[in-house]
């Protein structure tokens, strides 16, 4: 029978099978070492791998970064953990102009083998400041690795490789990603960086979803069925590198390409995805898209606007629609309800 | 009279947290909340030496600064339900309160962050060369963020008008200060950078509030520059939401319970006239029913709100 995991247990199957067999790994962040064992995913490593490995750090998210980084260039692996992205923005000097930077500009001489694990909070309130999904800032920056990955499989695999990546590597986990649930080889395996997932074949258009967008973009795909869309589904997994050779395979195919971020449209990665395919398509080989992300505001806390400031399942399957059917089409899937979300209870 | 004051006050930021936490699993307030419950006296005496214009910054943990500034209860909780007639139209939330009316001049969700613009605040008054007080509230967690000591540092260097007062509660989430500092002595630490500081091992509601009263009318009058209160504390709830949390392990009840016994709110109920203190608390209740009833019969705010306020 299928093994399966949720990606929070896949995450930490990574992290125990690593530490186990490099004692270069440690783990550092705050509250790393509690009894919620950062969403599940340290549960019980301070009792197999002690203190001097997972190391709860004082509030200092600049600081600890710096020492990530010192430990790194020292031939550690550190992993470091942010309960929320947003608080990453207290670190971008030590990330951007040092971890990124390090080896080229010192010539080759030292590495900076980094994993810096930021979670995005949505859902129940969280409001302006506990959020955003800030992967563009870092995908803008050369010399960093940024991935996303969504399903448990990838999950796995792409934490074992950006822990033995001598490059540093921006980790992003959605915190409703944490509880999809899928198949997981229990055994040692990586996924390459730069290597988007076809999650579903389809003829008619292109779904490709960041991170959690991409497990609304699925369900948006089962709905669009019903008016006879076939719709391909693509997780680029991997956002810098980015693998646009599979995407843009995908939409010299379908000619309809729907972006949807788990972030804003403006200056974002849906930008990045459609200039890159449409580099590679050419412009005799016009196709046709929509981007989708978070309204272009501040997210607001009070529920009414929280769902109008995120695209959900049945707002993403109406564009598609809208784009291959004309701005007339007036079909409304029913309400896609996402289950993680709806379950979803405070207070965190 | 001053302990009534500081009974209605304290008695009516109990009242509410209690009834929030109540109402919780409910799912009213469809967002993450952080209650004071337990270390309410420090806003309370604080708040009651300041003048009406003199400025509060907090953190997520501010409903107690924000009542205690004089805060409007009904503008609150309807915040807290997300609705439009909230403070900030539902759009903060319990983690961002702020409200000029009354010279609270923010929160926010993220740690530390509120602890300079108290600083140039008080920059700006001392520019403007008004006579009035800026107040930066925050947990002992905050202190380990550099923005701390580049704040204080400042604030001495410019000798500015600002009280910051650490809120130690021994926690941050679920670690205690001694995990997380070597040095847990944050008098010592506002000290070395050359900010005064006093230290508080007691909730004493009425100590707190002469020696507060003493304080800001030095930095009122520009005698001084700033002074840290370490107030220690303790919270008596978890860290975020509604419950008790001693079963969780992280903390023993025996810990809580020199504070619980020491519970302000019943010290000061002690000292007043059994009458008067019914009076009080009988307003107050009626005060909180219509308050809560207020926010449960708002509107929500309209689609159209998504994208008001983003600009000027
Ligand atoms: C910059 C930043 N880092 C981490 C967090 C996550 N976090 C939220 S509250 C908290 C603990 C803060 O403790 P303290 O300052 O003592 O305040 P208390 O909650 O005890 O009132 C942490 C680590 C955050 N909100 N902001």
Redesign the pocket.
Known sequence: MERTLTFSEALHEATAQEMRRDPRVFVLG??IDDFKGFYGTTKGLVEEFGRDRILDTP?A?DGMTGVAIGAAMAGMRPIQT???MD?ML?AMNQIVNIAAKARYMYGGQVSVPLVVRGVIGRSWGQGAQHSQGLHAFFMHVPGLRVVAPTTPYDGKGLLLQSIRSDDPVIFIEHRMVHFQRGHVPEGDYTVPFGQARVLAPGRDVTLVGVSHAVVECMRARASLVEVGIEAEVIDPVSLSPMDFDTLAASVRRTGHLVVVDSSWAFCGASAEIVAGIAERLGTTNGFRFVRMGFAPTVCPTTKPLERLFYPDAADIAEQACRLLRGAASDWRPARIEAPEILEFRGPF | MLLERLYRSLYLIRRVEEEVARVYSSDVILSPI?LSIGQEAISVAVCQALAADDVVFG???SHALYLAKGGDLRGMLAELYGKATGVAKGKAGSMHLLDTSVHMMGSS?????TIPHAVGYALALAMRGEPRVVVSF??????E?GVFAESLNYAALKRLPVLFVC???G???HTPQQARQALPDVCAKAESLGVAAECFAELDAERLYHRTSEVVAELRSGARGPVLFECHCY?WRE??GPAEDFAIGYRPRSEAEPWLAGDSLACLARKLDPTQRDAIEQQVERQIADAFRYAQDSPWPGAEELYTDLFA
């Open positions: 705050q509250g509030l998210e942010h309960i929320r608080f207290l | 952080h953190s997520y943990r969700a993220v740690v530390g962050t925050f947990g002992e967690g905050a202190v963020e809120e130690n509660n926690y941050a989430i919270r860290h975020v």
